[in-house]
DNA sequence: TTGGCGCGTCAAGGCGGCGTCAAGAACCGG
DNA sequence: CCGGTTCTTGACGCCGCCTTGACGCGCCAA
């Protein structure tokens, strides 16, 4: 049975939402903030998201953001305000779709049936993998020693390793890194990969001066080899 | 580069969507009718379709499911429509995402990003080739031989390689080859593509004094024979 | 038979890209 | 306002990729 996770702070589309999905047979969970919408996100592991942008505790573009950080559940947004920065910030914090209040309840499982149509065969991900004598928990945000000892990375660092992380055995091309990180208008400041690609070596690998899991394709981009 | 098919019947939307799109970078092929998309589709094998529903010679929901009957593509509906069913009917024939005319280029593009970043690694079709005892994965850009060990191809090898292989079986001209790797003044330059094969040949061919997947065709090209 | 053309091969040089170090600028918490 | 962390920018040496030239061979036509 599919979970869902319906974010909202108003409690009658809560409730809407609740009886509709339930008829549908989905399993539905809720809740009224972003605080405990990413932890039960976290303990639950919806297969989809719907989150309404107006909570009271903080911007539904950081709940998207937080909740991207370590997952690729389809993310359906709910919004009052139809203006085009609010949708493509949230479709490019990570949201999958975008609806206008007032919305038809049709139309919204119509919605929720092709995300999670998609979503089929992405596959449930490993979020921790190991980088020579380190631990990788991309949920947790952690990275960990043999020894036990929390190696720290700066926001970038963090940025950089996930999207290598998440692209395993895989080219990933200098301008997707430059793009992702530091945005769209940076696509050849290589010199940014090459400080951070050192720092994250430094970090993480055995032998910095001879990776074996981040390597260097010449030319072309960055791979995480597993 | 990202493939877009845009498949609309009025000259100005097809126009403005094309410059836009050409703009962000993107390779845009254009239909006016559902037939001649149903074709380009087939033949260019786009990464995403951008789909007008209100076309002269089929409904949309028709090429859709035409769409549909061979490819996960991504597929965006534009619509005048904006009724309730008309939105049902195009996501659940197989439609990712349904924008409502007039609609806003900045959302659009953001639409387009979303479907497309969820589209790499997902439904891709997995091309892997086979040359000798290696494997070509073109999606994770990366060489293996049967004993495991990583075959290392510089840029300029792989995209000779890419335009090959994504021939499978057909002769590429030399000049062809010349143009897309090298760039539009070489034509006559052989010499290179000489040099080049040789490398290709050495490092993924059995014997590569005697060649079985990576001919040439005297006077006239090279082909990748599967 | 002989010449020429096209192809495969080898070798050498220039140069761009990569790793590295270092220092200044911007940012954030106290 | 200040100290520490993080980000940005510049410089430099080196390795490897791209380019270029030269040579031999086989095929075809004269």
Redesign the interface.
Known sequence: MTRVLVVDDEPQILRALRINLRARRYDVEVAADGANALRLAASHRPDLVVLDLGLPDMDGVEVIRGLRGWT?V?IIVLSGRAG??D??AA??A?????VTKPF?V??L???I???T??AV??GEEVPAVRIGRHTVDLAAHAVRADDEREVRLTPTEWHLLEILVR?P???VSQRQLLHEVWGPQYQSETNYLRQYLAQLRRKLEDDPARPRHLLT?????Y?FQP
Do not use: F, I, T, W
């Not at 990570?94 to 975008?98: I, T």
């Not at 394709?217 to 981009?221: L, N």
């Open positions: 690729r389809p085009s920065q949708k493509v479709l490019d990570g949201a999958d779709d975008y038809g049709d139309e499982l119509a919605r049936r092709a995300v149509r998609r065969g992405a692209n055995g895989r080219l394709e010449p030319g072309m981009g791979r």
